[in-house]
């Protein structure tokens, strides 16, 4: 089945200058060039008469992070690991979601995720179920078409 979510916004476009950085993240200018300094972070390469460095939205969550992890009590060098693997974590978690969504249905009058085929046969289709808080699961056979 092909990938069923909508166009999203494109993240990736997104760049702020190191002072912005610091203002969203509470992190200091100071702080964040040290990070760029020991390679935990880095700007986006500069372009033509630009000056200013400019961070993407990568390293935007990447400091928040490791803003986040050093507020936990970790070391800089371990909430920079932390902060490695809850972003490999969360981007494994998008493939595995952009894979097998295949819409939001309306099930017994409620709302649901069809979450793609539950079986090789594919003959089943797993849904997920979100009530007050409550999530639920369902397999159910795939829809008769008549």
Known sequence: MANMRP?????????????ELSKMTGVS??????????EFISANERGGDQEARVFGFKVYIKVS???????????????????????????????????SFRGIETIDGKRAINLGF???????I???????????YEVRPVPKID
């Open 7 to 19: 166009n999203m916004i494109d993240l990736s476009q997104l760049r702020f200058q190191i002072g």
């Open 29 to 38: 200018t100071r702080q964040l060039r040290y990070w760029e300094k020991k």
């Open 65 to 99: 992070l490791i803003k986040r992890y050093l507020d936990e009590g970790y070391t800089l060098a371990a909430a920079n690991e932390k902060s490695k693997s809850t972003i490999d974590d969360a981007i494994w978690f998008h493939h595995f979601f952009d894979q």
């Open 118 to 124: 539950f079986d090789q046969a594919q003959n089943q």
């Open 126 to 136: 797993l849904y997920g179920f979100n009530e007050d808080g409550h999530i639920t």
